[in-house]
């Protein structure tokens, strides 16, 4: 027997699976976490493969007859996928008695527990529950979710750009250390503490050999897994800010790995 063809949608513990006609959803933005963005992407997916997975809907509060029935409390882009399809219905899962606060629930799992919001969206959420006063429970979570936060854009490329760029070590620093040779004044004339100071560091960077400077390397790097160790036996404790940043680069160091084994092989 080939596999079996459904006829009807499935139920869920808190509310049934159907077929919504996207009219009868109002163009209510109250649960919306993220801006909506570019979506012909998540149409094409949806086109090719269908609605796999259900926005989530409750009745309208102070609704009327004649107007739209339904309230959007999850799945902003995928409606707004459909509607550039332009298709009729909607898969949805309909929440006939749904509160306020498991509203707040089920429009924040994703973001904050699944896949995470952008930083600034999340900074930008903080702000509009705590002027709101909605769900105050969440604010922790958001906390969470911004350690989980993709890299901003300008922090990628600047990491692409430091990967594309002349060598950090030793390159510009020695070709400006020999351009100012060139006009230096006599011996002794003039006390100089701070520039004898930089003249002395370029030459000892310019004395480090490559063997010197990867054992260096290896040992800082070794002493830093360490206290990262020590980090996570503490993580509860420490503060959420210091966790983020730890995070950050924690996650510049796993983007460079890929480039680093591909420049040993």
Known sequence: MGPEIRTAAPAHATGAVLFVPVEEIAPDERFRLRPE??????????????????????????????????????????????????????????????????????????????????????????DRLAASGAAPWAAELVEEARLRAPLPAEVRERFYEFLEGPAPLGAAGAGEAEAEGEGEEPA???????????????????????????????????????????????????????RRLLLVQARYVAELLPFLEDADR
Not at 51 to 62: N, T
Not at 200 to 224: C, G, I, P
């Open 37 to 126: 963005g570019e979506v012909s992407v998540l149409a094409s997916s949806i086109g090719r493969l269908g609605q796999l997975e259900p926005v989530e809907l409750r009745p309208l509060p102070g609704g009327e007859d004649g107007e739209p029935r339904w309230q959007l409390v999850a799945g902003f882009r995928r409606l707004a996928a459909l509607r550039l399809l332009m298709r009729e219905q909607v898969l949805a899962r309909v929440h006939q008695s749904l509160s306020d606060e498991d509203a707040w629930a089920v429009a924040l799992v994703q973001g904050l527990t699944g896949e995470p919001l952008a930083e600034a969206e999340l900074l930008a959420l903080r």
């Open 188 to 242: 002794g004339r003039g006390a100089d503490p701070a520039g004898a100071r930089g003249a002395a560091a370029r030459e000892e960077v310019e004395e480090v050999s490559a063997d010197d400077f990867a054992r260096d390397l290896a040992l800082r790097m070794s002493a830093l897994n360490q206290d990262l160790a020590t980090a996570y036996g503490a993580w509860k404790d420490l503060p959420a800010e210091g």
